[in-house]
């Protein structure tokens, strides 16, 4: 049903796209009026948080009411409820939205910043169809391969270390695992470079044979898991406390580890991934389809990009900033002093924001649909059946 749909979306788009950079969609507003007073928003924890919230309610008078969501699945049934006016949609949310008819495409000139958004993170598949789009990039991360020095040795350099069955029993119940159907993908990566009769392109891609492959060694992985983590805090709090030493992860907690002096390392293969790449996620902002406050929602989306609060939310969250303007060292100091954090002028540096040759290496997210983009037609697993499928790997 979803390929199906989003075949149609797909269609619709390209009747009412253009070739001037983003304006000019059907369905998208064609001008920004005066605000509605209201912004309703369903977002990551950490996205929308001050000082940046309140400096956009003062600037616009949008007064924001926020749901705060743990999960891409979440935000998708909210979005359907039709009491949100935009989200910040992952990858393997934003094409089932765009599939639902939940979202309308952008008018990227009403949009000023998103033209010195960094130029890799434009014209993504996970949010932008048939060449037309339907959010604004916020920010991204890679899924990183993280552990415990003193209790994992040799330091390893592929995902093996949790994935191989007779490297990861090494740690059985002490490995830690992103809980999400997702997921899939991590395993289908590993497969792409230590099974190559497979055939594996893209890891979001996967006939039966390919999608069969990715599920049992997952499974074989399942006795040896300690935690399948969603609350990025609930891990940092387990690496912590020793009560797992190795698995999947986001810049974020290694670097709040690091910060309380938790020993932690992550790859340094090609900076900080693993030898086979990662997975990864690009976060966009979508407007709703049935948005009450479509204005207010699009001077969000300019203001959420622009350079200073673009600055706030990638260091407070812990990302790499969409907007090219937010690595400025200037903007790195002001937004670090006005919320608090000590002033980082290496920040971008660290989060590889400027370094399109990192992100070659990562495979953001992205919804998996029954067409596989090749000449195998619609031979490939859809979100449901990795849905299906999760439930039966964590038994």
């Known amino acids: 049903m979803i390929a199906a749909t989003l075949a149609l979306a797909m269609f619709g788009a390209g009747c009412g796209g253009d070739d001037n950079g983003g304006g000019g969609e059907e369905g998208a507003l064609q001008k920004v009026g005066e605000p509605e ?13 001050d000082p940046w919230k309140s400096d ?3 600037e616009t008078g949008c007064e924001i009411k926020l749901r705060e969501a743990g999960t891409s699945d979440e935000m998708v049934d909210q979005m359907r409820t039709g009491q949100w006016d935009g989200v910040s949609a992952s990858g393997n949310a934003s094409l089932r939205l765009v599939a639902g008819g939940d979202v309308d495409p952008v008018n990227l000139d009403l949009v000023p910043n998103y033209d010195t958004v960094f130029e890799d993170l434009k014209d993504q598949p996970y949010n932008t169809v048939d060449g037309v789009h339907y959010g604004v990039p916020h920010g991204r991360g890679a ?7 003193d209790a994992v040795k040799p330091d390893p350099k592929s995902w093996g270390v949790i994935l191989d069955p007779s490297q990861a029993s090494k740690y059985k119940g002490k490995i830690s ?3 999400d159907s997702v997921y899939i993908a ?7 470079a230590h099974n190559p009769d497979l055939g594996i392109d893209n890891p ?19 006795p ?5 983590w969603v609350d990025a805090a609930k891990q940092i709090q387990s690496f912590a406390n020793e009560d797992v030493v190795v698995g999947t992860t986001w810049q974020y907690q290694y670097f709040a580890l690091l910060g309380e002096n938790a020993p932690v390392a992550v790859s340094p293969a090609r900076g900080f991934l693993p030898e086979e790449g990662a997975t990864g996620w690009s976060d966009t902002w979508m407007i709703s389809s049935q948005a009450a406050h479509p204005n207010c929602m699009y001077k969000w989306m300019n203001f959420i990009v622009s350079p200073l609060a673009n600055a706030e939310v990638a260091q407070y969250f812990g990302e790499a900033p969409a907007q090219s303007k937010s690595c400025e060292t200037a903007t790195l100091k002001k937004a670090a002093k006005a919320d608090g954090y000590p002033p980082d002028p290496k920040f971008c540096d660290s989060y590889h924001a400027a370094d399109p040759g990192f992100w070659d290496n990562v495979y953001y997210w992205i919804t998996p649909v029954a067409d596989c983009g090749d000449d195998r037609g619609d031979a490939c697993k859809d979100n449901n059946e990795w849905v299906s499928a999760w439930t039966e790997i964590k038994g």
Do not use: S, T
Not at 37 to 49: D, E
Not at 186 to 192: G, P, R, S, V
Not at 204 to 222: M, S
């Open 177 to 179: 695992v992103y809980d």
């Open 186 to 192: 991590d395993a289908a990566l590993y497969l792409k």
């Open 204 to 222: 979001y891609e996967l006939d039966e044979d390919q999608f069969n492959a990715a599920v049992d060694l997952l499974k074989q992985q399942q």
């Open 224 to 228: 040896n898991v300690g935690e399948y």
């Open 143 to 149: 899924n990183l391969l993280m552990w415990n020095p």
């Open 56 to 58: 956009f309610e003062k």
């Open 37 to 49: 007073g209201q912004l309703n928003l369903i977002a990551w924890p950490g996205y929308v948080a």
